[in-house]
């Protein structure tokens, strides 16, 4: 089949699944993990070009149609099987957690990220304290601060979107030197919570931290990669989930997070700038 006819019958699909989800073209978008833009030029035929494999997949799972039917090459709308598997676990050992989280981000690129970490989040950490955390967790200090560098670099991207929300009894605790931080030094303490501090403010809005009472809420660490993937960080395996329900539904746990807040985003470099000034 020629290509602008395939672009052609996959217009006029996507039309009919527009019409009958009575959405606007901006929630329908959303919903598949397109941008606004985007679907306005594939409604339009500005573009012979079609989405990425993983937009076609959202857009059949989403509207439970088979894929065959959305590009064309079939009249018939129903599911032959599964589109792709619902959950995956994935071995983050050796390096691959690297390259599995760079793949995630760059497929989610364009869409809102929204990270619960398990500790000091990974791009706001400082030199020192990635020394200090890979010494006890045997990990490569020197490829984990690059990984930092370039988490860093993504998130000065403009169209970066991410949403980091945890308790804020993680950083008084690390702030005090307790826990795990008991012998990262009080010097190396201050260091981090200022340059946590200079970069929040750097990176704000792209990049937003919301600090929320621990006692009240609780949350296993996980990211949610725009509507078409989570991650469960559960030490060095990930429980990956591709449907979209249990995807909703962490967003939905996420947005919780966000709404009992007590530390919002534009208020948490002054959160860590008080706690350095406390030290000093």
Not at 25 to 53: E, I, W, Y
Not at 98 to 122: N, S
Not at 164 to 188: K, N, Q, S, Y
Request: hydrophobic residues 40%; negative net charge.
């Amino acid at each position: 089949m020629d290509k602008r006819d395939l672009s052609s019958l996959f217009r006029e699909r996507l039309k009919i699944l527009l019409q009958r989800s009575r959405l606007n073209q901006s929630a329908f978008a959303a919903n598949v993990g397109l941008d606004r833009s985007a679907l306005s030029q594939l409604l339009s035929g500005a573009t012979t070009r079609l989405p990425r494999a993983e937009t076609l997949l959202n857009i059949a799972a989403e509207h439970k149609i088979s894929l065959d039917w959305l590009l064309g090459l079939s009249q018939d709308e129903g599911l032959t099987g599964e589109l792709r598997v619902n959950m995956e676990m994935e071995e983050g050992l050796g390096g691959n957690d690297r390259a599995l989280l760079a793949r995630w981000h760059a497929e989610a690129a364009g869409t809102k990220i929204r990270y619960v970490p398990a500790g000091i989040p990974d791009l706001l950490r400082t030199e020192a304290l990635i020394a200090y955390e890979s010494a006890r967790s045997h990990r490569n200090s020197e490829i984990q601060i690059d990984e930092t560098q370039s988490r860093i670099d993504y998130s000065r991207r403009p169209e970066t979107d991410m949403e980091v929300c945890m308790p804020r009894h993680t950083l008084e605790i690390f702030a005090r030197g307790m826990g795990i931080w008991a012998d990262f030094t009080e010097p190396d303490r201050r260091e981090q919570l200022a340059h946590m501090a200079q970069l929040l403010d750097d990176l704000y809005p792209s990049f937003r931290l919301f600090l929320y009472d621990g006692r009240e809420r609780y949350s296993i660490p996980y990211t949610v990669f725009g509507s078409m993937r989570a991650a469960i960080y559960v030490g060095d395996i990930y429980l990956v989930l591709n449907a979209t329900e249990p995807v909703r539904t962490l967003t939905r746990h996420f947005d919780t997070l966000i709404r009992s807040a007590q530390v919002h985003a534009h208020e948490a470099a002054g959160f860590a700038r008080r706690l350095h000034d406390q030290l000093a």
